[in-house]
């Protein structure tokens, strides 16, 4: 009872619950909805489900960064426009360059795209670190640098490609699972143990709990901003390379659009505070899940498309009040009062 | 040639004054008006013109600036200050415009950013006695005595087009599912209103639902891949209201293991050239244009205008549409955009 | 003998799993300061708040002016004539002084409020304080701290409040400061207005107060006249056992035989606008006392010392070899180790618990790719808790749960950690209870048996005397005198060379 108690504390498992509702929902409507088949054309498995893997893998990436930046009092604002960046880059390069079903060519597209995306990284983690500047207005500024960069890389054209290896990896299966989910997956869990593993994970807290005192105690606040930054860049540059790769077009003013409110949201969602400090990438795994699930339940259940966006404001606002403390605390003295009103009417 | 081109709506005012200034627009270098009431100043000289544009936003607006600063050339005889907005803020439009105002300019082109806000500025101009036109883009509460023109394609129009498209292509009806711009766009709202001006009249067509897509590839392709699946693939049409959506929507196509233009038929509007190869491809059905490429039909306005000549409040510039891979192949190698 | 203002009688308040308050007797009598004695942890602040209406009361009851009172809520405790200033200041920086005074209670007319009529109020209640030299048109945030609580004072006897309650008004403030606020409570004392006087500084309940009430662990221990109770007695009282204990610290340790080993050398270090130029060396296993007024450079020395901030001036000879202590990070791998003055914002790191903060200090030490095993930490965070007796003994607790001396012993662990040859600890007493600042002087006087090298920075210069077997006098930014401990030092030694340089400086200008 009291772990039960414990669990309803986390903030997590309130995404949990609204995802298996927002599941439970789809199934009403459709009770083959969870069904997972093979299909008789491609061979892959089809299904709703397979479908949300697909679309969780970049907002998992991007939700995972800004994680880490909003741990350490920072915030990263720029994600949405780095992720157009890099598919600019890459979608441009292959343009140009690329042969159709040249491995090596996608291999370079995408090593260009990462780097030009470490690169306003960096210039977020300079302007943060080292010059002293606000996060929120650095990455403000890098948000519509960004989105102009990526607008100069294409001239201003949503340019398409053809490049198989690529198309493949964002479109493509390995036993049946998109493959875009499992790089996602490898990632997270790959910087998931370098953070809890190592001390990282202790140091970024105590930066975002209090720099001063952290500094004091010997923390290398200037590394530590530098890694989460770049992180945070080279996870959205490979989102973009998965968001521009399933559709193998760059669409600069739409690519990434937003996206970095998406991840805020992931992580709100998960538990971590927007003032930094104690962090939970668990939470930030939820709360991509829970936002992927619902922009695909919007669409399955024809929600008119005018009300979309009230119906994603009340379930996250229904879900931000569940984990308030005191909200709960409320809930828990109507239902004592209920309680006892039926016990003396009986 | 399956291409069909629909010319509508042309005023018989603005007609007849296109007629006698076009020998002038043939001239080429020569000033076609030297001594106009805005001009007084300086009678000599290029004519200057002040283009208060939009800037970065897509391959459209791209291509429609591109044109009008192609147009309003030196050899032409013009000056053109081009004035894009930083990043489609509003006020930097505004600030644009009043200064071209204080400079006197002869002509002002504004594609406004934002609809709403603009009654100031164009008194302004009024009283400065500098002849306001409209590219493309209306203002909001649309008053026309505060211009002296606009000049845009019909959304109504074109997307009627692909509403009698559809109607024809589907005599027995179909379910289709539409894939909207932002919500609350002007432009969608006046998509949607053409097409069901055709559509709505068919009570064999179902309409399975609209989603937004906001214009992107992406989002499209990940919308029509769970619509399909919530319909168990029962979908004969998808009505996109730009090429980007449509384009999304095929590959969505391709993956659930249909095929684009026989299972589902997709039909775009826009016409750029990503979209006109895939209509040559045989996977988008339709193309209707939305014709950005109107710089010489605003030549003629302006050289109208200068003259003193009167012209039509609403002068709507012509579209075309495109409705087989032949079509299409014949316009691919001089789209420009 | 008069009415007492305040009566309460068999107070008991219990919270969960806790009995905060037993049977506790309080009164307070008009135009007098009582001083509320007690270790964190003994009820005062439970006390405050019962008599504020913060806490509703589980038995007892509380007598205002001879009344029963129940207090739902502090409008009802306010209504009744009590007034209360807390230790953080609780007023509107971007608003006027005026205002301050007044918020809440603004004249008013048709028009809104009367602003003349506002300033002149909030001008009669500054003149009773003896500030009737502020502006009251002046913006507040153009104060200093220690004007800004007078201005909170004001505000509160500005409603005719029979009875003021000043909780640890004095932790932030400097001599000077305090004297001006003790003139301002005498004054109301003398109007008649009861004053509830709560500070960790035994010097200051001494200075100011007239009667004290004794609270140990939620139980009354009993009320004396300060006159009859001398600091020995109170003290014993408080804690609860015989002030042996406290005593031994005060007995000289065993003075060290042989040569002194010199483990750092300073010369000439110094920062512009905070510390003039200043040799200092530190030699092993000794306690070197940083004396002086708050402002006279103390902890800027000692900051530069541990790389916080950056020298401009001088150079670090560490260990034979020449350092560059540019850095905390630095400092540490020099083996240096600094526990700032201020342990809330430069010293715990609030949301994290006793264990992480008790081993953030060695984390960082080995760099972040060598965690340290869970086992190892849990072992270290062991041993500090029963070495220092850090309590409540629970690892997993974030520390802003724990009273400011618990912190305080959890700071000292962390430094102990990283197994420092030089530590330096600003102000590790401020603020805390009795029984933890003798366990941190307690384990000052054992680190230095061990061969550790302590700087030990202090406001209250008995401790420093204490401690110390070396006192570097500070004043006005510079290094005055450098004085070896022995039974000819006292406190009034160090005062008399403060206020001798001060004499000489004079002469010197007037030369």
């Known amino acids: 009872m009291n772990r039960v108690k414990g669990l309803v504390k986390k903030p997590p498992f309130w995404g949990f619950v609204a995802i298996l509702l927002l599941l439970a929902i789809n199934l009403a409507k459709d009770p083959r909805y969870l069904a997972i088949t093979v299909s008789p054309v491609t061979g892959n498995l089809v299904g709703n489900v397979i479908d949300i893997l697909r679309v969780v893998a970049p907002i998992l990436l991007i939700a995972f960064g800004m994680c880490l930046v909003i741990a350490t009092g920072g915030i990263d604002l720029s994600v949405g426009s780095v992720m157009a960046v890099s598919g600019a880059v890459a979608m441009q390069y292959l343009h140009d360059h690329g042969a159709p079903d040249s491995v090596g060519d996608a291999l370079a597209a995408i090593g260009l795209a990462l780097g030009v995306a470490l690169l306003v990284g960096l210039v977020n983690a300079v302007l943060v670190a080292v010059v002293g500047l606000q996060p929120f207005i650095t990455t403000l500024v890098m948000m519509l640098a960004g989105r102009g960069l990526a607008k100069v890389v294409t001239q201003g054209q949503n340019t398409n490609a053809v490049n198989d290896p690529m198309r493949w990896i964002a479109n493509g299966y390995v036993l049946g699972i998109p493959v875009v989910f499992l790089l996602a997956l490898v990632l997270i869990v790959v910087v998931a143990v370098l953070i809890r593993r190592s001390a990282l994970g202790l140091l970024i807290e105590s930066l975002g709990v209090d720099p001063k005192a952290a500094r004091l105690a010997g923390v290398d606040r200037r590394a530590l901003l530098f890694s989460a930054y770049l992180l945070s860049a080279l996870l959205a540059g490979i989102a973009g390379l998965f968001a521009t790769g399933s559709v193998m077009t760059v669409d600069v003013s739409q690519t990434g659009y937003q996206a970095e409110l998406d991840a805020i949201l992931a992580v709100v969602v998960g538990g971590t505070s927007l003032a930094g400090g104690r962090f939970s990438l668990g939470g930030a795994v939820v709360g991509a899940f829970l936002i992927a699930t619902l922009d695909k339940t919007i669409v399955f259940l024809g929600v008119p498309a005018s009300a979309t966006p009230a119906f994603k404001a009340v379930v996250i606002v229904v879900l931000c009040l569940l984990q308030s403390q005191r909200v709960r605390g409320w809930i828990g003295q109507a239902g004592a009062r209920m309680r006892a009103a039926r016990k003396a009417v009986a | 040639m399956h291409s069909t081109t629909r010319i509508t709506k042309w005023s018989t005012a603005f007609a007849a004054g296109a007629l006698a200034l076009g020998l002038a627009a043939c001239s080429g270098g020569t000033t076609p008006a030297g001594d106009d009431g805005a001009g007084d100043g300086g009678a000599e000289g290029p004519i200057t013109i002040g283009f208060v544009a939009v800037g970065p936003e897509g391959a459209w607006r791209a291509a429609n600036e591109q044109n009008v600063q192609d147009t309003f050339t030196a050899e032409a005889g013009f000056d053109l200050k081009y004035a894009p907005a930083t990043n489609l803020d509003q006020k930097s439009q505004i600030d644009a415009f009043t200064s071209f105002v204080d400079e006197g300019v002869d002509v002002i082109l504004l594609s406004a950013t934002e609809g709403s806000g603009w009654e100031a500025s164009l008194k302004r101009a009024q009283e400065a006695e500098i002849p306001v036109i409209l590219v493309d883009r209306g203002i909001e509460p649309d008053d026309p005595s505060l211009y002296v023109t606009r000049l845009a394609p019909d959304n109504v129009e074109v997307a009627t087009a692909v509403g009698q498209w559809a109607s024809d292509t589907f005599p027995d009806g179909a379910k289709y599912f539409t894939l909207e711009g932002p919500t609350g766009v002007g432009v969608v709202n006046e998509r949607n209103e053409g097409f069901d001006s055709v559509i709505g009249k068919r009570s064999d067509f179902v309409k399975v639902g609209a989603q937004t897509a906001n214009w992107s590839t992406e989002e499209a392709k990940s919308v029509i891949e769970t619509v399909l699946k919530a319909n168990n693939n029962d979908i004969q049409y998808i009505f996109a209201q730009n090429d980007e959506m449509g384009l999304g929507a095929v590959q969505a196509i391709e993956e659930a293991g249909l095929v684009p233009g026989v299972d589902v038929k997709v039909s775009t509007i826009d016409g750029t050239k990503n979209a006109m190869q895939a209509l040559a491809d045989g996977k988008l059905s339709f193309v209707a244009e939305y014709n950005p490429l109107f710089g010489d039909t605003l030549l003629e306005v302006v050289n109208t205008v200068l003259a003193g000549g009167s012209v039509d409040s609403q002068i709507i510039v012509p579209s075309t549409t495109f409705d087989s891979p032949e079509a299409a192949k014949a316009a691919l190698p001089d789209r420009k955009y | ?511």
């Open chain 3, 1 to 511: 003998m008069t009415e007492p203002v305040v009566e309460m009688r068999g107070i008991s308040i219990e919270f969960p799993g806790v009995k905060a308050l037993d049977g506790v007797d309080f009164r307070l009598f008009p135009g007098e300061v009582h001083s509320l004695m007690g270790e964190n942890g003994a009820g005062k602040s439970t006390l405050i708040k019962a008599l504020t209406g913060v806490y509703p009361i589980d038995a007892g009851e509380i007598r205002i002016a001879g009344e029963i009172r129940r207090l739902n809520g502090t409008a009802d405790a306010r209504n009744a004539g009590i007034a209360t200033v807390y230790q953080e200041v609780n007023l509107c920086a971007n608003l006027s002084i005026g205002e301050n005074v007044m918020l809440g209670q603004e004249p008013r007319s048709a028009l809104g409020i009367r602003w003349k009529a506002l300033h002149a109020a909030a001008h009669a209640a500054l003149e009773r304080l003896g500030l009737g030299a502020l502006d009251p048109r002046a913006p507040l945030s153009s104060l200093s701290l220690a004007v800004q609580q007078l201005v909170a004072i004001a505000r509160a006897v500005q409603r005719e409040s029979k009875v003021l309650i000043l909780d640890e008004p004095t932790s932030s403030l400097d001599a000077n400061e305090v004297a001006n606020l003790f003139r301002v409570i005498r004054r109301l004392r003398d109007e008649g207005v009861a004053i509830l006087f709560v500070s960790h500084f035994l010097d200051q309940v001494y200075a100011i107060s007239d009667r004290m009430t004794i609270l140990r662990n939620g139980r009354y221990e009993g009320e004396f006249l300060t006159k009859d109770l001398d600091r020995t007695a109170l003290i014993s009282t408080m804690i609860g056992k015989d002030a042996d204990a406290l005593r031994s610290i005060a007995a000289r340790r065993a003075r060290h035989d042989g040569e002194p080993q010199v483990v750092l050398s300073a010369t000439d270090l110094g920062r512009k606008g905070s510390i003039a130029p200043t040799d200092v060396d530190l030699h092993r296993g000794e306690v070197v006392g940083l004396a002086g007024l708050l402002g006279s450079g103390r902890t800027e020395l000692a900051r530069l010392l541990y790389g916080a901030d950056r020298a401009d001036t001088g150079s670090i000879i560490r260990a034979g070899k020449r350092a560059d202590l540019r850095s905390p990070r630095a400092a540490m791998r020099s083996r240096i180790a600094y526990s700032s003055e201020n342990r809330r914002d430069e010293g715990i790191i609030r949301d994290l618990t006793v264990r992480e903060n008790l081993i953030l200090g060695l984390q960082t030490k080995r760099g972040w790719a060598r965690p340290i095993p869970r086992r190892e930490q849990d072992e270290l965070v062991q041993k500090y808790i029963g070495e220092l007796g850090i309590r409540p003994a629970d690892p997993e607790r974030p520390i802003k749960q724990l009273s400011g001396g618990n912190q305080q012993k959890v700071l000292l662990g962390r430094w102990l950690a990283t197994q420092p040859e030089i530590l330096i600890l600003d102000e590790p007493t401020r603020g805390i209870d009795i029984g933890a600042k003798a366990e941190i002087q307690g384990a000052v006087a054992a680190l230095a048996e061990r061969g550790v090298t302590v700087v030990f920075i202090s406001s209250e210069l008995e401790e420093v005397v204490r401690l110390s077997d070396r006192i570097l006098v500070l004043k006005d930014r510079r290094k005055i005198a450098e004085l070896v401990n022995g039974e000819h030092v006292t406190a009034d030694t160090i005062v008399a060379v403060i206020a001798e340089d001060a004499a000489t400086a004079h002469e010197e200008t007037e030369a």
